[in-house]
């Protein structure tokens, strides 16, 4: 009876230590969102926090080592231990403001280069964090020294220990990934992790104080269980304090092994992650999957080696065949990535749809979120759970006195750790960025093979002569798989297979396996950045392709539209701008809009620098703009350099992509426009660029509120169907006609907007949507992006491959109140009696390929002037854009009988007969518009002679 007692407190005990590894995670997912407020996004930045984290943890377990073996009560220390990271980690956001008002100023005040920056952030975050984190590294030896009695196992106690701490943290991640930051925010969800931690605690004290008294960590060894048999000294490491010299080889030799795997186990992390966003996509939930099957692996990995060490003893032969076959595995695994873009399409063009499962409605959604868990399952469990056994292996190998368990656990772990910290630094900042993802992962493979051969050697049976045969066939081994293994095809990595995936999904299989080979493409740059991986693509058409991660962010044709206007837009309506700040580099062109103007200082901030080298090849349509002396390039995170400059702007332009990539609605919060508030001159402009595609309209909403939340006075205006742009300001929008002529006719300025068919300076107009009204209208009852509630981060991945421009753009156009926003200058009845006016404003729409709204201000003008024949020609066209080409012909005969003369009327209907396959009639019109226009002859003749070559 008193042992079933002792087994019930037992599993209580450790169902807290399961709660204690939720609260964990959820806390570094937390510190990394809040010290990248602070620090930046960039993974330098977040890299550092991370490896002050485990420098944290590292500690923590060292110092454990001093005196965790001496308590007198484990369990109640534990509970201590508990409190403090609670208490502690409840006043974290406090401190991490008050870390705010000293790195910022430091910034400011120095404008220090990245090597002495990185030191200050590491040091700042290493303040920071060094106490929660100590008192976290601190909690695995010292719960391990209540948890793992004498006569047990001490790979099977440490080994559940740590399986179901890791399972904790697997449910962390899946917890403030999906749901608790989600729907509760930062603050709420750091309460509910410091009640986790607080509730451990209690329940633990109450178990020591009350329940269980502390004979345990006296009690005798249970008789009624088989003893375990241990194997002799010579092929073990023992715990006398005076090792003969060949055991302390041993033992050092298996602690350096430890730290190379805990080495590679960061940069398989890292790297894997890295390489799975190219394939399933880098949402915030992708990541989190990422995360999870990570640790979901090394927790099963734990688990299992728990249960075989109840029956077998673990030796260093037992660690060397692990570490071989992780490293092996690794490396083995490498062609099965470059497969997954076609299989995880192939997935996708199978199960994503909706679902009906024992009676309830799976959307598809949900299953794709289960598809991407099915890649990383496959591509990550088989070396993490292999990891994983790693842990409570090296413990009960160097363990086998009960007296010096809690220092052993606390050894090992921190060796671990160690090894954890300089992995993800060095595969962060140098090797991927240096020798590329696959080859990073070879390496951490072949540290693993380096471990397990050292092992080898320095075990001391079987004989040398053995031992060396074992090691070098692993070695050679090693090795050759790593010659045999090709290359990655970086147009199949890069080819956006989960951007792209409904695309892909509905081509045939060999046809489907040529497109993303880029068949049809030719890969002019590739590089795997610090942040992302970049690559410029050329297709057939002539089309340049800027990618991040697959995804094509810039293009030389169809984003032409958008990255001009962009720049242009809020320097039109300016006033004589001087400075200008653009977030986003992309392929420069957006630059290079500003750069026509006459601005004497534009600051660009781009995070990756892959990003700045790519730019070159866009050189025809950027025009340089690198090489302006204005432009100062600047590489960071856009909300960090804003937080620690202290310039101001005239116009401040923001262009990141994607709202649904992880960590890009942080360019989109309350917060941030704040911050960019702060650093816009009185009488300048903020100009936000979001798409409206792949998102619900209540996102739109949410994005448009959002801004206008810290900027009252905000207009919406759009470049395409599928993309907006929000214009803030300190007052309300007046554009002054005269001023927007003038900057309309820079030469530079006015080259460009001919170039969009905007034709004069009133046309620009046809990218007017709402004014100030009509956005407080549409945006009633919205919620508020914000640090605290990043809502969009995650709502707007659930909408991802729904094609929702158009239902966003006509919702927002039924909120429209006023034609045109409010000018001075202008003398608005004589611009409205003039046809021409209306007409320019058709010809832009027409360009957009916007033809219902083009026929609108066509109409108007004739309305103004029956006799207008250029109207009459663009609703013809716009007519044969949507295939009605007969009534566009009634059109062009029309405007033919009020001007027999023009020849333009002619040319184009010569097209449209053409098109019809009227031929005779077609040479007819054509030779009719060469003779009324000299000036045009050569266009016409051109067109001319092509149809009779294919008669």
Request: hydrophobic share 45%; with cysteine; net charge positive.
């Amino acid at each position: 009876m008193e042992q079933n007692n002792k087994n019930w407190i037992r599993e209580v005990v450790l169902i807290c230590f399961f709660i204690s590894g939720i609260s964990g995670l959820i806390y570094e997912v937390i510190w990394t969102r809040l010290l990248g407020f602070v620090f930046g996004n960039t993974t330098f930045a977040n890299s550092t926090v991370l490896t002050a984290y485990m420098a944290g943890l590292a500690l923590g377990s060292y110092l454990s080592t001093k005196y965790v073996d001496k308590l007198k009560n484990a369990l109640k220390s534990y509970a201590y231990l508990e409190i403090g990271i609670g208490i502690y980690c409840f006043l974290i956001p406090f401190i991490i403001k008050i870390l705010g008002h000293i790195y910022i100023p430091i910034q400011r005040a120095f404008e220090l280069s990245f090597y002495p920056l990185s030191l200050i952030r590491f040091i700042l975050c290493f303040i920071v964090l060094l106490v929660p984190t100590t008192l976290m590294g601190a909690t695995l030896p010292v719960f391990s020294r209540f948890y793992v009695g004498q006569g047990e196992s001490f790979g099977h106690g440490v080994g559940r220990v740590y399986s179901v701490n890791t399972f904790g943290a697997f449910v962390g991640t899946i917890l403030s990934g999906f749901f608790m930051i989600a729907y509760l925010g930062i603050s709420n969800s750091i309460s509910i992790a410091v009640a986790g931690n607080i509730f451990a605690a209690i329940a633990c004290l109450l178990v020591a104080y009350k329940l269980y008294k502390p004979v345990i960590e006296q009690r005798k060894p249970d008789r009624a269980k088989k003893k375990i048999k241990q194997k002799p000294v010579k092929d073990i490491i023992t715990n006398n304090d005076k090792l003969p010299r060949r055991q302390q080889v041993t033992l050092t030799v298996l602690m350096v092994a430890l730290g190379l795997s805990g080495f590679s186990a960061m940069v398989y992390e890292v790297a894997w992650a890295r390489t799975l966003v190219m394939i399933i996509g880098s949402s915030t939930y992708a990541f989190s999957i990422m995360l999870a099957t990570f640790l979901i692996g090394i927790a099963i990995g734990s688990f299992i080696f728990s249960i075989i060490n109840k029956r077998k003893t673990a030796n260093l032969l037992w660690f060397a065949i692990v570490e071989l076959l992780i490293g092996l595995s690794a490396i083995l695994l490498l062609p099965l990535f470059q497969s997954m873009p076609n299989y995880f399409v192939d997935l996708f063009a199978h199960f994503v749809r909706d679902y009906m499962f024992l009676g309830l409605r799976i959307s598809s959604y949900t299953v794709l979120e289960l598809i991407r868990f099915a890649v990383c399952f496959l591509m990550m469990i088989l070396p993490t759970i292999l990891l994983g056994s790693l842990f409570p292996m090296v413990t009960q190998i160097v363990t086998k006195d009960y007296n010096e368990l809690g220092r052993k656990v606390g050894t090992v772990y921190s060796v671990n750790t160690l090894g954890n910290i300089l992995g993800s630094f060095m595969a962060g900042f140098i090797l991927i960025p240096t020798i590329g993802i696959q080859h990073s992962i070879i390496i951490a493979g072949l540290f693993n093979i380096l471990a397990g051969c050292i092992v080898i050697i320095a075990n001391q049976i079987p004989k040398f002569a053995y031992r060396a045969v074992m090691s070098s066939a692993g070695a050679i081994v090693g090795i050759m798989i790593v010659i045999a293994i090709p290359s990655w095809d970086e147009m199949v990595m890069s080819s956006g297979s989960a951007a792209y995936a409904p695309m892909y999904a509905k081509l045939k299989k060999e046809e489907r396996k040529l497109n993303l080979k880029g068949a049809n493409e030719k890969l002019l740059f590739y590089k795997e950045g610090t942040d992302s991986t970049i690559a410029v693509k050329e297709r057939e058409s002539g089309t340049i392709v800027l990618t991040v991660d697959g995804k094509v962010d810039a293009s030389n044709t169809g984003d032409m539209y958008t990255q001009l206007l962009l720049g242009h837009l809020p320097l039109l309506l300016s006033r004589e701008p001087k400075s200008a700040l653009v977030i986003g580099l992309g392929s420069g062109v957006t630059l290079s809009a500003v750069a026509q103007h006459e601005v004497e200082r534009i600051d660009c901030v781009e995070i990756e620098p892959a990003v700045v080298s790519a730019a070159k090849f866009f050189e025809k349509v950027n025009r340089n703009v690198l090489d302006d002396p204005r432009v100062n390039m600047i590489v960071n995170d856009g909300r960090n350099f804003l937080n620690f400059t202290n310039r101001k702007y005239d116009v401040i332009i923001s262009e990141p992509s994607n709202i649904w990539l992880a960590g890009i609605a942080n360019l989109f919060s309350k917060d941030f426009y704040q911050i960019c508030r702060q650093h816009l001159n009185p009488n300048g402009y903020i100009c936000q660029w979001s798409h409206i595609y792949y998102m619900s309209p209540q996102d739109v909403k949410t994005v448009i509120n959002t801004f206008r939340s810290v900027f009252p006075h905000t207009t919406v205006w759009f470049s395409t169907i599928g993309d907006i742009l929000m214009i803030g300001s300190f007052n309300e929008l007046v554009i002054d006609y005269l001023q927007l002529a003038k900057n309309y006719n820079i030469q530079g300025v006015n080259r460009d907007m001919q170039g969009l068919s905007i034709r004069e300076p009133l046309a620009i107009l046809s990218s007017y949507l709402l004014d100030e009204g009509a956005v407080a209208k549409f945006t009633s009852g919205a919620k508020i992006n914000s640090d605290n509630r990043p809502i969009l981060e995650f709502s707007v991945p659930k909408s991802i491959y729904q094609d929702t421009s158009l239902p966003n753009w006509k919702l927002m156009s039924q909120f429209k109140i006023n034609e045109f926003p409010e000018m001075t200058n202008f003398d608005e009845k004589r611009v409205t009696s003039r046809a021409s006016f209306w007409y320019h404003l058709g010809v832009a729409y027409d360009f957009k390929d916007m033809p219902i709204e083009a026929r609108k201000y066509y109409d108007k003008a004739i309305n103004v002037d029956s006799a207008f024949v250029p109207a009459y020609e663009g609703i013809a066209i716009s007519l044969h854009k949507e295939g009605k080409t007969d009534s566009a012909i009634e059109y062009l005969q029309k405007a033919i009988a009020i001007d027999p003369q023009a020849s333009e009327a002619y040319y184009n209907l010569a097209q449209m007969y053409q098109s019809k396959g009227m031929k005779e009639e077609a040479i007819s019109n054509y030779q009719t518009a060469i003779k009324l226009s000299p000036t045009h002859k050569e266009r016409y003749t051109r067109k001319l002679n092509e149809l009779l070559s294919n008669r």
